[in-house]
């Protein structure tokens, strides 16, 4: 079983026991699980629901496992003027979760 779900203005497809890397969350202390519930589409063999939008009473539960960032990205902007350079670097940060449980 599978689902596609939405959060923070990306999807994913998930399914059990799978880790995924979602946008991060400002969670209070101590919380150890979320719930996805703008689900998409739940899939499982040919007995798809489509949702127009959302899945009506389908949610995602999956437990958080930490903090992690994403890869370094380095921005070089260079003009054809003497001492023109600007570097700059960036890295995202997420929070990762694993799928518990599709409830469809």
Request: cysteine-free; charged content about 25%; hydrophobic content about 35%.
């Given at each position: ?14 399914e ?85 449980e599709?409830?469809?």
């Open positions: 079983m599978y689902a596609i779900v939405q959060d923070g203005g990306k999807q994913y497809r998930v059990p026991g799978q880790q995924v890397n979602l946008e991060l969350k400002d969670l209070a202390e101590g919380v150890s699980q979320i719930t996805l519930d703008q689900v998409l589409l739940v899939g499982e063999g040919e007995q798809t629901k489509v949702g127009t939008p959302l899945v009506e009473g389908a949610k995602v539960t999956a437990t958080v496992i930490g903090l992690t960032k994403g890869p370094k990205l380095d921005m070089m902007v260079i003009r054809k003027r003497k001492n023109s350079r600007r570097h700059e670097g960036h890295r995202q940060k997420y929070t990762r979760v694993q799928i518990d599709i409830q469809a």
